[in-house]
């Protein structure tokens, strides 16, 4: 099976400018290819990933992967798929920005010394050296107005309206393409479905320039939107986006969003985030329709995708805290395990040594008064590092303290809060 072919069976392929001629491309020459993400925030998402590991994909095949980061058109905002315009930041945010991002896509894509070793370049390294007489002359006059305003990204924000700064974004990526085809022999760029038009319009300018015209070797490959069974959007959960920075979103967050896959979307999962093969992804789709209850399709995903974007270390960590919390096992857990498996539960710091088990849960919003405190206690809804504490005397003290820094309370079956000792 060719590699478009793979990417087919995986449901990763949109939409291709020349498949045929793609396909004879990638199988006569070591192609290079390029895809691009501008500093939106000061880290990726995992709705980046998709085009991320598809670079990854095409390593793997023995091409030479470019990931570009867009810290000049970081500076003006992409208007595809949106429909207001976006917030300009400043320029050192950006460049930040950007900075984190080449970081995070350093972990992710082969970078090194070799044929197929993948490179970054930041395209503010020449867009903010070229003059507003040099675009207009050397890029914007190979673009009719008509060409650019029936372009999706364009047209369908019209209506609301769109600045020109905007309206000019695909003019700065389409000389991303053109530069990266002069100077790296980069052939092919991929992106998003919403990229298409920014993706033909590099094409349209590498033709307009080059002196083979419309037989320069150049192609567009668009992944799909990734969408989930239940109607809700991809990557995002109660507590916002599902970050790559650790930070951000702690592994085991991370870990947990993908062990929680529906069953529906899991297989899909599988076969576009995963390097598992589609023979064994197969498997596991049998474990679903036969099994649903085991959820090994889910933990495989999980494993796999923690381990990816972080680390074996991690990917054992979030295991250990996932494992304890579903067996009660809280005292098995380090500081660091709790700092992490509990970074977004309610807390509150207790200063003195020891305190009354009632008024510490009053005090510490458990309960919303003594009387509902003594009725958790004697009913046997109080949990103390995972075991049940029904004694209306007990007094939390500094034993209580898990690696001398916190102790986790739980009220009922799931409501955890976290006592930091200080």
Request: glycine share 8%; proline share 2%.
């Amino acid at each position: 099976m060719n590699l478009i072919d793979d990417l087919k069976s995986r449901g990763l392929v949109h939409q291709v400018t020349d498949e045929e001629g793609l396909e004879k491309h990638l199988a006569n020459d070591r192609v290079a290819l390029y895809c691009g993400f501008d500093p939106t925030a000061d880290s990726l998402h995992i709705g980046h990933l998709l085009p991320v590991l598809m670079l990854k994909r095409f390593q793997e095949a023995g091409h030479r992967p470019i990931a570009l980061v867009g810290g000049g058109t970081g500076l003006i905002g992409d208007p595809s798929g949106r429909n207001e315009e976006r917030q300009l930041n400043e320029e050192s945010v950006v460049i930040e920005w950007s900075n984190r991002i080449k970081d995070q896509l350093s972990k992710l894509i082969d970078f090194e010394d070799s044929e197929s070793g993948a490179i970054v370049v930041n395209n503010y390294d020449w867009l903010s050296k070229m003059s507003v007489i040099d675009l207009l002359r050397d890029v914007g006059k190979h673009f009719s107005v008509n060409y650019m305003l029936a372009k999706e990204s364009v047209e369908s924000r019209i209506e609301n309206g769109i600045s020109f700064t905007e309206f000019t974004y695909m003019l700065l990526q389409s000389l991303d393409f053109l530069r990266l085809h002069q100077q790296e022999n980069c052939t092919l760029q991929i992106g998003g479905s919403d990229q298409w038009g920014n993706v033909t319009a590099g094409l349209e300018l590498i033709r307009r320039t080059s002196e083979q015209g419309d037989s320069a070797k150049a192609f567009g490959l668009t992944v799909p939107l990734i969408t989930k069974a239940d109607g809700s959007k991809f990557g995002k959960t109660a507590g916002g986006a599902i970050w790559l920075d650790e930070e951000k979103t702690t592994p085991y967050e991370f870990y947990q969003f993908w062990l929680n896959t529906d069953d529906r979307d899991v297989v899909k999962f599988l076969k576009s985030f995963t390097f598992l093969s589609l023979d064994e992804i197969a498997e596991l789709e049998k474990e679903v329709q036969e099994r649903p209850e085991e959820r090994k399709a889910q933990r495989r995903l999980a494993e796999e995708m923690t381990k990816m974007v972080h680390d074996e270390e991690a990917l054992k960590q979030a295991i250990r805290i996932s494992d304890a919390l579903f067996n009660g096992e809280i005292k098995s857990l380090n500081k660091a395990d709790i700092a992490s498996g509990f970074k977004d539960v309610p807390s509150f710091e207790m200063s003195e040594s020891e305190k009354g088990l009632i008024d510490l849960l009053v005090e510490a919003g458990i309960s919303s008064s003594k009387r509902q405190a003594r009725e958790d206690v004697q009913n046997g809804a109080i949990y103390i590092n995972g075991d049940r504490q029904q004694d209306l005397k007990y007094v939390v003290d500094q034993e209580d303290a898990l690696d001398d820094a916190f102790t986790v309370i739980r009220r009922g079956k799931k409501k955890y809060f976290l006592i930091r000792h200080v």
